[in-house]
């Protein structure tokens, strides 16, 4: 399945909600360009739902780091929310989990972007069963 997204402003947060395959940069080019435009509005917090993103790459993987790393120089943070067992697991085998912080819900996301940075540890959110 193709990559889209879609983007809701209406709850206190962006949402940015991901779906299908993100295998090359070039296929989210307007998502890039979209959390962009927000972060020079200094709207830079907010939250990725990966609900409905099957699967993910090493170029998927660099987008997602791009985006929290634009997020994070505008002084802002990004929360990955609604994340399956099989792209959770890449992201604790590339150790991404330590860095971008996740919640099971998007009402959990918008709930630690309320109250800032979470001082709570990822591994609360999630357990991950053995790789496949």
């Known amino acids: 399945m193709a ?3 879609e983007l809701d402003e209406s709850l206190a947060f962006p949402v940015f909600s991901l779906e299908g395959s993100l295998m090359e940069r070039h ?3 307007e998502l890039l360009d ?3 435009e927000l972060f020079a509005e200094k709207k830079a917090r907010i939250i990725l739902d990966l609900q409905a993103l099957d699967y993910l790459n090493s170029s998927g993987l660099n987008v997602l780091i791009n985006i929290f790393t634009r997020a994070r120089n505008a002084g802002g943070e990004v929360i990955m929310c609604n994340i399956n067992d099989k792209l959770l697991r890449l992201l604790v085998i590339t150790k991404l989990d330590a860095v971008i912080q996740q919640t099971k819900t ?3 996301a918008i709930q630690v972007l309320s109250v800032g940075k979470s001082e709570q540890k990822n591994e609360a959110w999630y357990s ?3 790789a496949m």
């Open 3 to 5: 990559f889209s997204f």
């Open 27 to 29: 296929e989210a080019q």
């Open 34 to 36: 979209e959390t962009a």
């Open 106 to 108: 998007t009402d959990e």
């Open 128 to 130: 991950v069963g053995p």
